[in-house]
């Protein structure tokens, strides 16, 4: 079992920038996943980007294609999401999330691992 610690979300303008982390710690990592999603006030959760911990490989939302990046420490165990030029939509509980097994799936429901969220709110 992985656990998983966020950190780094805030308060920030429309234009500005946060970046969040995820500190992952237990079982192995050589198959994982990492994704960080989010979930606005009365909406699903919803992918937001991923990373494989082997390969790097990365997709991300169109919502946030151009304006985030995902990446990941291997020596530290960690994933950051790196988001640039918020909007006032972007305001909502991020989550980072482990699947432990192989595949770049998007669907929440294929991560088995969750951390408790971080808040971010952007202001227009």
């Known amino acids: 079992q992985v656990q998983l610690v966020e950190s780094g979300g805030g308060l920030a303008q429309a234009g500005g920038s946060l970046r969040l982390s995820c500190e992952a710690s237990?079982?192995?990592?050589?198959?994982?996943?990492m994704g960080w999603f989010r979930q606005a006030p009365g909406q699903g959760r919803e992918f937001v980007a991923l990373?494989?911990?082997?390969?790097?490989?990365?997709r991300y939302a169109d919502s946030v294609k151009g304006r985030c990046t995902i990446s990941r420490n291997n020596a530290k165990n960690t994933v950051s999401l790196q988001m640039n030029n918020l909007k006032p939509e972007d305001t909502a509980v991020y989550y980072c999330?482990?699947?432990?097994?192989?595949?770049?799936?998007?669907?929440?429901?294929?991560?088995?691992?969750w951390g408790q969220g971080t808040q971010v709110t952007v202001s227009s």
């Open positions: 237990g079982g192995t990592f050589s198959s994982l996943t």
């Open positions: 990373i494989t911990w082997s390969t790097g490989l990365t």
């Open positions: 999330a482990a699947r432990m097994w192989a595949g770049a799936t998007i669907s929440p429901g294929d991560y088995n691992n």
